[in-house]
Each structure stands twice: as structure tokens, then as C-alpha cells.
């Protein structure tokens, strides 16, 4: 007769694209995340928890680079044959959640949420298939002050998390703009109404208008292959970094000039008088002399004619206006064209937080940090379950992102600190040992009694080593008979190893003797000398 066949034991190792996050990891993304919601909360969002399981149908096709409808989502059947998925992202269980509590909320709904998503795509570098996102969102009115709020709201975040001004801007840009600038081309068609309602476009995605879903891919990737990539791979194509040829997309020269004078336009020097001249004559708020004026100026003269593309100008001006009235000014909040990205799923403005300090790439290259947070109003997304338009705007923060820009500025980081450990000297006295602990708690202080085996000391205070351990409890037979307590610097006690003399090791011991009611005010003298 055979032998059964042993089950193989599992493997321990974590699922392709995904990680584990231990205790200093946690505990930092905790405390700025606890900034961000302090913010949020100051300028009146609410929380929101919704389940991190959505129907596929709820989900819909949502994600813009993918075209199959259910594509980028880890989805199953249940019990009832109904397709349910892990949320992508918190922006669409938000319009599901409020086209079926509507009637219950207020109008206009803010709201942040906080929370792990799940992407069902390749993994790579710094590309995992669980991560956290930080979002707020204010749905039910199309006010351009709701707009202004989040870019005002997003400035002071970085702030409040530890981004010093000047190493971030806050970029925005319009999607009706870039209507305005695919009219002008012939990308697409204008309204026959003549009305500026994104309702009368082609979405970016629909194949009837492969050329206008053409246009927006390749602006797509301006911030990879620059202006003059972006020119090639708008008009005859162009060969990427191995040698293949891209096919370009068919537009004539003056076309493509159109479009890349859209990308720069806030690099664009005009003169002054010719600022004026164009806000002026079309009864813009914004200064002419500022940085914005410029750049809608230039603007103004590529949407000549579009009313969509004018709509979207006004939009980015009253943007403008009311950030410049609560002191936002261009060094921290800017009208950019450049800012791209999801301008196929977009309905009006868009925003990007991007960090412009420099680090140092994987060849030691220096670069820009670059963007950890953007969003937009997106109009349409609760009418797939209303089918009524309902105007909503918000933004998305890339924890992980944040956490690693924080690292790169030494805002975070480093060793964290563990608990006090108490050592056991004496298995008969652990209720004295446990007493100890929990006169230091009962004070404030993380501390541990040391739960291993006893035998060995030195094993107890390798495991304060490695806990990160800032002090360690000694107390024996002796000290038990004299109702005192060793109290061992960790900290101290390794700085001297490697730097103090002689000399200097007797002015600062690093191991004291105290009376045991004493225990809590010695400890926590030593911890605030710490720092």
C-alpha cells in the first residue's frame, strides 16, 4: 500500500505585489495621517468608511488606461452569482454612497476618507498592488469656490505634514481648456448648440473619436518625453529609448504647434501690454502682471472662438481670484497647463500636488521629487447611478509617496523608539516586575516586562537592543532587600561605548541607582533628556 503523500508546507512569502508594513512604518504613516485628517477636519469635511467590497457594476469602467470594463480590479462571484470587487480607489464607493444616502446627507457632501485600495496590475518598482490612499471630496455643487478650497486645502496639508513652502506647488489646469485647444485643431467638433457643456463632447475614451483619444494619450506623456517628444509623436512618430518607431498621430506641424502652446503656455513671456490687453478685453479677475495673468492670456488667444475652451478659462481665473483673496499666491498654488494627467477623466479643473526638491535617482542622477497627490471635479460620476448630473470635485493623496518625500526631507524616519524594558531577575518576583510596568504606564511611559527566558541576562538586554529600547529596569535579590532599582541609559550607555573617555564616562554614568518609588520621575528624567 503507498504511503499518503506529506501536504507540502506553505511557503512564507508574500503574495507578488503586495508587503508588509512593521512597527515603524506603521507608526509614521499613523502620525501623518492623523496631520492630514486634522486638516481636512478644520476645514469641515467629515469622515467617511465605506466597505472595502464593491459590486463590479457599481465600479463600472473606471479606470481610464484600462479598456475592458472589469479590467484592473481583483474580483470574484459570490454566492449569488453577483460580481463583487476590491474598491481601486475611494472616489467611486464615494458616488455610490451618495447616490444611495443622498436623501439622508447634506448638500453639498464633504467628505475624507482614509484607506488601503487594491489595483489588480503589474507590479514593478515602487508599484504595489495594495496601497493608501488620503482622499476629500465635496459633492453637489459646481462652484469654482469648492474647487479653490481643495487646492487652499491641499497647500496647507503639505505644510501641516512637514513640506516647507517653496519646496511644492499646487498645479492646475482645465479639462474644458483642452476641449477648447482640440477644437481649435479639429479634434473635435464643436457643440452644435453652441452651449459650453462638457455633455457635448466626445469623451476621451469613446471610439467614435479615436482622434481625440489619440491627442489626449500623447499629451499623456509630456512629462516623459518632453516638448519635442510630444511634437513627433503628435505629427510623423518617433523612435523611444530601444530603437522601436512610434507611429505618430497625423496632425500637421501648425496643429501640433497649437497643442504644445497649450502644454507651455505658462512659460510663455508675452509682453505686458499684451497681458492686459487680452484679460481686459475679456473681463478677467486675475492680475495681469501675475504669473497667472500671464499664462491665461496666452490661453486666451488658443481657445479663441471655443466656448468651451472660454468657460474653462473663466473656471481657472475665479480659481485664481479666490485663492489670491485667502493669500494663495502663484508660489504656491499656479495655473499650469502642463498638468495632464487624467485629463480624460476629468470634466472641469484639475489638480496636482508636485514636490520640487531634489533627490537622487537610482544612478545617483539628481531629479525632482515630483507629484504625490492630484485630483479634479469629475461631474459624471454619480449620474451612472442617478441619471441626473452631480457636480463634484476632490483630491487624492498618494500615502506612500508622502511618507518616502517626508524620508527624503528627514521629517521622518529613522530608528523608532521602543518601550522600557524591564528585566526579570528573579522568576518568584514577576508580580513585583509587572508592578513596575504598570506604575509606568499608568504615567504615560511605554514599558515591557521581559517575558522570555531569564537565564541568560545578556539575551535580556540584546532584546532591548533590538527592540530600540531607550532604558532597561534592573532589579535583583539585592535590590529587592533595599527597595531600589537599577536604571540602565541605553541611549548614553551606547554613546560612550564608541566615543566617551575614561573621564567622561565617570561624569556621566549611564547606569544609576534609585529608591523603587522613585522608578517613574528617574525614567521619565532620563527619556526627556533624550529627547
Not at 34 to 49: C, P, S, T, W
Not at 151 to 170: H, K, S
Not at 301 to 326: N, P
Not at 483 to 505: R, S, Y
Request: charged share 30%.
Amino acid at each position: 500500500m503507498a504511503k499518503p503523500r506529506k501536504t507540502p508546507r506553505p511557503r512564507a512569502e508574500t503574495p507578488k505585489g503586495f508587503r508588509d508594513y512593521f512597527g515603524a512604518e506603521v507608526t509614521e504613516r499613523a502620525a501623518m495621517l492623523d496631520k492630514i485628517v486634522g486638516v481636512y477636519h478644520r476645514y469641515g469635511f467629515d469622515a467617511l468608511e465605506s466597505s472595502a467590497v464593491e459590486t463590479v457594476e457599481a465600479l463600472g469602467k473606471f479606470l481610464p488606461d484600462v479598456d475592458r470594463p472589469g479590467g484592473g480590479v481583483f474580483a470574484w462571484q459570490d454566492e449569488d452569482e453577483k460580481w463583487l470587487a476590491l474598491r481601486y480607489d475611494l472616489t467611486a464607493p464615494l458616488a455610490r454612497v451618495y447616490a444611495q444616502h443622498r436623501n439622508d446627507l447634506p448638500t453639498p457632501y464633504r467628505r475624507y476618507a482614509v484607506g488601503p485600495v487594491w489595483r489588480n496590475e503589474k507590479p514593478g518598482p515602487g508599484r504595489f498592488r495594495q496601497f493608501y490612499q488620503c482622499d476629500a471630496d465635496t459633492v453637489g455643487t459646481s462652484s469654482m469656490a469648492a474647487d479653490a478650497e481643495i487646492c487652499a486645502m491641499l497647500a496647507d496639508t503639505l505644510e501641516a505634514v512637514g513640506i516647507e513652502r517653496g519646496d511644492y506647488v499646487v498645479r492646475v489646469n482645465n479639462r474644458k481648456v483642452l476641449n477648447g485647444v482640440l477644437e481649435a485643431v479639429g479634434a473635435i467638433k464643436a457643440p452644435p448648440n453652441g452651449k459650453p457643456s462638457m455633455d457635448n463632447f466626445v469623451a476621451a475614451g469613446d471610439l467614435d473619436n479615436e482622434l481625440a483619444a489619440q491627442v489626449l494619450r500623447t499629451i499623456d506623456k509630456f512629462d516623459k518625453v518632453g516638448e519635442s517628444g510630444v511634437r513627433e509623436l503628435l505629427t510623423t512618430g518617433r523612435k523611444d529609448a530601444s530603437g522601436a518607431f512610434i507611429d505618430g498621430v497625423g496632425l500637421s506641424q501648425n496643429q501640433s504647434e497649437i497643442i504644445l502652446r497649450f502644454l507651455t503656455a505658462k512659460n510663455n513671456i508675452q509682453s505686458e501690454d499684451d497681458i492686459r490687453l487680452n484679460l481686459t478685453e475679456s473681463d478677467f479677475k486675475t492680475d495681469p502682471s501675475s504669473v497667472n495673468g500671464a499664462t491665461l492670456s496666452a490661453l486666451i488667444e488658443l481657445v479663441e472662438g471655443s466656448e468651451i475652451g472660454l468657460s474653462g478659462l473663466r473656471e481657472l481665473d475665479e480659481i485664481a481670484d479666490l485663492l489670491d483673496a485667502q493669500g494663495y499666491g502663484p508660489d504656491r498654488i499656479v495655473i499650469d497647463p502642463s498638468v495632464v494627467r487624467g485629463l480624460g477623466y476629468y470634466t472641469g479643473p484639475v489638480f496636482e500636488a508636485e514636490l520640487t526638491f531634489e533627490i537622487l535617482d537610482e544612478k545617483g542622477r539628481p531629479r525632482q521629487f515630483g507629484s504625490v497627490a492630484g485630483g479634479g471635479r469629475y461631474d459624471d460620476l454619480v449620474k451612472r447611478f442617478t441619471g441626473q448630473a452631480v457636480p463634484a470635485t476632490g483630491v487624492s493623496i498618494g500615502v506612500d509617496r508622502l511618507l518616502a518625500a517626508l524620508r527624503e526631507k528627514g521629517r521622518t524616519g529613522g530608528e523608532a523608539q521602543g518601550p522600557v524594558v524591564v528585566t526579570v531577575m528573579d522568576r518568584t518576583r514577576m508580580a513585583d516586575y509587572q508592578a513596575m510596568v504598570g506604575d509606568l504606564r499608568r504615567a504615560g511611559i511605554r514599558a515591557e516586562v521581559y517575558l522570555g527566558n531569564p537565564k541568560n541576562f545578556g539575551n535580556q538586554m540584546k532584546y532591548a537592543d533590538r527592540r530600540g529600547s531607550p532604558v532597561a529596569i534592573i532589579a535583583g535579590e539585592d535590590e529587592f532587600a533595599r527597595d531600589v532599582v537599577q536604571i540602565k541609559d541605553l541611549i548614553l550607555g551606547a554613546q560612550i561605548a564608541e566615543n566617551a573617555t575614561l573621564e567622561e564616562w565617570k561624569e556621566r554614568p549611564s547606569q544609576i541607582e534609585v529608591p523603587r518609588a522613585q522608578l517613574v520621575e528617574s525614567v521619565r528624567e532620563i527619556l526627556s533628556r533624550q529627547g
